[in-house]
């Protein structure tokens, strides 16, 4: 690809999912879908106008837009929220990820695409967008219900499984010749978590000496250049370039510099981001998508019931009542930057190759469908049975934390 035909194909990324995005965002989509959507529309796999014959010429791009969703996400993590969460957010948080997880990895099973490919789609079904689910009650005024700081906590708990589950997919996608290369790969895995989640409890104050540069323009420089390198280190020890960006994320997060790291990396999150998602639709085949319809359509039945069953008991757990209840299921119910990050890395592994298609599929049915049922949660309280939710919290009243 000449230069002239590469800054065309990126500016072309820009443009259309810019333009599709701000399209579907009238009727109140979120961008995520309609990034990918363009993706696919200007792909090599569909009629028309195609920007690259091959999506891996575009593939330092996705990495980057990779690196930067997950540097966001770990900025946003703190280990303090969770402490102040109490037991009842620890097991509000523990009851969602055994019912998802536990559901995504049986029905992985029950497809019989493989013990590897089971373990992709696990995590593809039981992990919700922070991105969007942050998005979802900022944009329907929810933020101050007294359900939404739990729906918060179960979030952050899902970013610490977030970080051990890839950490364990690594060496498992690499392929580790044995069990003893696999163990050793996770050891080096989970020491490489180990020392960045030391430096993120305990380093905040050197951190904020290394990079507290009144000026932005350096802070940016210092701060992306950290993230990306970051990233490239987690890879040469055997951890996903992803978790690497979280962890280096999480610990900037502790320094006194983080409100403005979280500040400036904002337009560097949405500019590659929207770059990551438009890349994976180039990737999309229709008729490969056209094979894995019916399993796309039971995992996310399967989804809203174990979603709703998580909201119910963690409702249950908290006192809250029944519309509570409805409100965390559905809230927590899209899928987006995780799911398509483990698509990628089973792309990369040489996994089954309906394994993306899939769950392009089943992200953007759900990253349709949950935003319209938050918006109409009050209509759709009876998806709940009285008797699953005993809890009598009023909705202005605030949740203790126990």
């Known amino acids: 690809m000449s230069s002239g035909h590469a800054l065309l194909a990126v500016g072309g990324a820009f443009l259309a999912a810019g333009v599709i995005a701000r399209a579907g965002a009238r009727i109140g989509l979120p961008t995520i879908p309609l990034f990918m959507l363009a993706g696919f529309v200007f792909g090599p796999n569909t009629p028309g106008l195609s920007l690259v014959d091959d999506p891996k ?5 996705a990495g980057l837009g990779l690196v930067f969703l997950l540097f966001y996400l770990g900025l946003e993590f703190s280990l303090d929220d969770l402490a102040k969460g109490g037991r009842k957010l620890v097991w509000s948080g523990l009851i969602y990820l055994i019912l998802n997880i536990g559901g995504g990895l049986a029905f992985g099973f029950l497809l019989g695409w493989g013990t590897r490919e089971a373990l992709v789609i696990a995590g593809a079904i039981g992990i919700s967008s922070s991105a969007i689910v942050t998005k979802l009650l900022l944009e329907s005024r929810r933020m101050d219900n007294p359900e939404s700081r739990l729906i918060m906590g179960i979030i952050v708990i899902e970013d610490i499984f977030l970080a051990l589950y890839l950490a364990l997919l690594q060496p498992v996608l690499s392929g580790a010749g044995s069990f003893g290369s696999a163990l050793a790969d996770f050891g080096k895995a989970f020491a490489f978590l ?19 540069s009144a000026d932005d323009e350096l802070l940016t420089v210092c701060f992306v250049g950290v993230a990306v390198m970051g990233a490239a280190v987690a890879e040469e020890v055997g951890v996903s370039d992803a978790i690497g960006a979280f962890m280096v994320g999480m610990m900037l997060g502790g320094s006194k510099v983080a409100p403005r790291i979280h500040k400036l990396v904002l337009p560097l999150r949405d500019a590659f981001g929207a770059l990551f998602f438009f890349i994976f639709g180039l990737s999309i085949d229709p008729n490969a998508v056209g094979s894995v319809v019916v ?3 039971i995992a996310v039945a399967l989804t809203i019931v174990l979603n709703l069953g998580a909201g119910a008991l963690a409702a249950r757990v908290n006192g809250f009542d029944r519309q509570a209840g409805v409100n965390i299921g559905l809230t927590v119910l899209t899928r987006g930057e995780f799911s398509l990050v483990l698509a990628a890395m089973a792309t990369a592994a040489g996994l089954d190759s309906r394994v993306a298609p899939f769950v392009a599929g089943y992200v953007l049915l759900l990253a349709v469908i949950g935003p319209v049922a938050v918006i109409r949660s009050e209509k759709l309280t009876w998806l709940l049975p009285a008797s699953i939710v005993r809890g009598s919290t009023r909705r202005d009243e605030p949740a203790r934390a126990t």
């Open 57 to 61: 010429e575009l593939g330092v791009l």
């Open 194 to 212: 180990i020392v960045m989640a030391a430096l993120a409890r305990w380093g905040g104050r050197v951190v904020s000496k290394l990079f507290g």
């Open 295 to 297: 399993p796309v359509l």
